[in-house]
Structures are given as C-alpha cells and as structure tokens.
C-alpha cells in the first residue's frame, strides 16, 4: 500500500524559510520522479516542483524558481523541498506525489502558513 507521510510545515514569517520532507513507502521510489503540489482551499492543487528519479534533473512552476529547491534521497525513499524567501502567497497545504504513478493514494500534506 502506497503512503506518503509529508511533514515540516508550519508557521513562518514572510522572507522566512522551511525544508518539507517526505518520506514514501508501498512502491519502488527510486524508479518515479517525484512532485510537490500546493493547493489552498476552493483551489484546485498546482504543481510546484518535480525532480527526476537521480535527483539530477529538476523543474520548477514560475512562482517559486529561485526560491525552492526540490531533491530526493532515495536511499532514505524521500523528498525535500527547501523553501527560501516566502511569501504569503505561498501559504498552501503541500502534498508529494509520484509522478506517473496516477493511482497512488495522497498523503495528508503538511500545512504551510506565512504571515506578513
């Protein structure tokens, strides 16, 4: 059974900085890319970053180039998205998910809040 547990969210201030971390079990990790998405209520979820299955090949939504960093650890079958810079704007609960692996369940997300 697929999880993914997310964590590291929390309360930050604006131009603060978070690590998300997620950590994957119930399918071969190493061999998926992995997503991070955000979605805030009423919205529908949006991808923010993705990273190839060696951690070499990384993609990012125009919203947070230069500010996040997304990489993997696949000895440890996880995921981290630095956060650098944030803004308000990027108050979202944030989910991982692998790529191409349409049916694996979501985990819960980690809830991220910047206050101004």
């Known amino acids: 059974q697929v999880q993914l547990v997310e964590s590291g969210g929390g309360l930050v201030h604006s131009g603060g900085s978070l690590t998300l971390s997620c950590v994957a079990s119930g399918f071969t990790f190493s061999v998926y890319p992995m997503k991070w998405y955000r979605q805030t209520p009423g919205e529908e979820r949006q991808q923010v970053a993705r990273?190839?299955?060696?951690?070499?090949?990384?993609e990012y939504a125009e919203f947070v180039k230069g500010r996040f960093t997304i990489s993997r650890d696949n000895a440890k079958n996880t995921t981290y998205l630095q956060m650098n810079n944030l803004d308000v704007e990027d108050s979202a609960v944030y989910f991982c998910?692998?790529?191409?692996?349409?049916?694996?369940?979501w985990g819960r997300g980690t809830q991220v809040i910047v206050s101004s």
């Open positions: 990273v190839g299955v060696n951690g070499h090949s990384t």
């Open positions: 998910h692998p790529d191409w692996f349409i049916s694996a369940q």
